[in-house]
C-alpha cells in the first residue's frame, strides 16, 4: 500500500479498555513514541472521567472518545459540547437515533468550539461487531442483511453532515461506494491472524481491512492483552507497511 511506518501506525486506534487509569498508564507508557490514535471508551471514561482525556491530549496522542451518544437530540447537542471542550479529536453517536440527533451533534460540538480548535470528526456507529444476521432480524427487529442495515444508516449519517461510520472491516467497501471515498470508515473487529476472535462475529486481519480501503482500525486485545503489547502494535504495523 505504500504507507510509511507513520501513516501506518496513525491508522490503528489502540483500545484503552481498562478499568482504570492507572492500567491504561502502564500501556501508554509501554506504547510511548509510536503515533496511533488512542480510544477512550466507556469502562475507562466512566472510571478515569474527562481529566483523563485531557492528559493524553497533553502528551500529544489523538483521541476518539468512544461513548456511542443516543438520546434526544438536544441531550446529544449538550454532550457532544462537552466532549468538544476536552479536545477530542473524534467522537460518535448512534445512528439509530435518528438524522436530527446527528445533526444536533454536529451543532452540539461547533457551538463548543474554543478559539483555534478544529471541530472534531463525528462519526456513527452502524451495527455493532457483535451484531449477527441473528440478532439483528429476531432481536433487534430489523428485517434484511447486516450490510443493508449498514449502508442504510450510514447514508443517514452522511446526509445529516457527520465525517464517516463506525462498521466492521466486512462493510467498508459498500460503504465507501454508497457515500465515496472521503466517507470515513472506522472499523472494529480487527483481529491479527492467529488471535482470538472473542465476542466479535465480523473480523478481518488488519492487513485485509486495509486492502478494503479503511480508513482507521480499532484494535484492543490483541494489543492490549498481549506480553509484549508493544511489540505486538509494532508487528501489526510492520504489516501494514
Do not use: W
Not at 5 to 23: N, P, S
Not at 28 to 46: A, D
Not at 143 to 161: F, N, S
Not at 167 to 190: D, H, L, N, R
Amino acid at each position: 500500500m505504500g504507507l510509511t511506518r507513520e501513516q501506518a501506525a496513525g491508522k490503528i486506534m489502540v483500545a484503552l479498555d481498562y478499568a482504570d487509569a492507572a492500567a491504561a498508564e502502564r500501556l501508554l507508557q509501554e506504547l510511548q513514541g509510536i503515533p496511533c490514535y488512542m480510544k477512550v471508551g466507556m469502562q475507562l471514561f466512566y472510571a478515569a472521567g474527562p481529566s483523563f482525556v485531557e492528559e493524553l491530549k497533553n502528551k500529544g496522542y489523538l483521541v476518539f472518545l468512544d461513548v456511542k451518544m443516543h438520546d434526544i437530540p438536544n441531550t446529544v447537542k449538550g454532550g457532544a459540547g462537552s466532549v468538544t471542550k476536552l479536545g477530542v479529536d473524534m467522537f460518535n453517536v448512534h445512528a439509530a437515533g435518528g438524522a436530527a440527533m446527528m445533526e444536533a451533534a454536529l451543532e452540539g460540538a461547533e457551538a463548543a468550539l474554543l478559539s483555534g480548535q478544529a471541530r472534531p470528526a463525528v462519526i456513527a456507529v452502524t451495527q455493532l461487531t457483535s451484531t449477527s444476521q441473528a440478532t439483528l432480524n429476531n432481536e433487534i427487529g430489523i428485517a434484511g442483511t447486516v450490510e443493508d442495515a449498514v449502508i442504510r444508516y450510514a447514508q443517514l449519517a452522511k446526509q445529516a453532515g457527520l465525517n464517516g461510520v463506525v462498521a466492521s472491516p466486512m462493510e467498508v467497501e459498500a460503504i465507501k461506494a454508497a457515500c465515496g471515498a472521503s466517507f470515513q470508515t472506522v472499523t472494529p473487529g480487527i483481529r491479527p491472524s492467529g488471535a482470538a476472535l472473542n465476542d466479535q462475529s465480523r473480523i478481518m486481519t488488519p492487513r485485509e481491512a486495509l486492502n478494503q480501503g479503511t480508513d482507521y482500525m480499532v484494535i484492543g486485545r490483541p494489543i492490549t492483552a498481549a506480553s509484549e503489547p508493544r511489540a505486538a502494535l509494532e508487528s501489526i504495523i510492520e504489516e501494514l507497511i
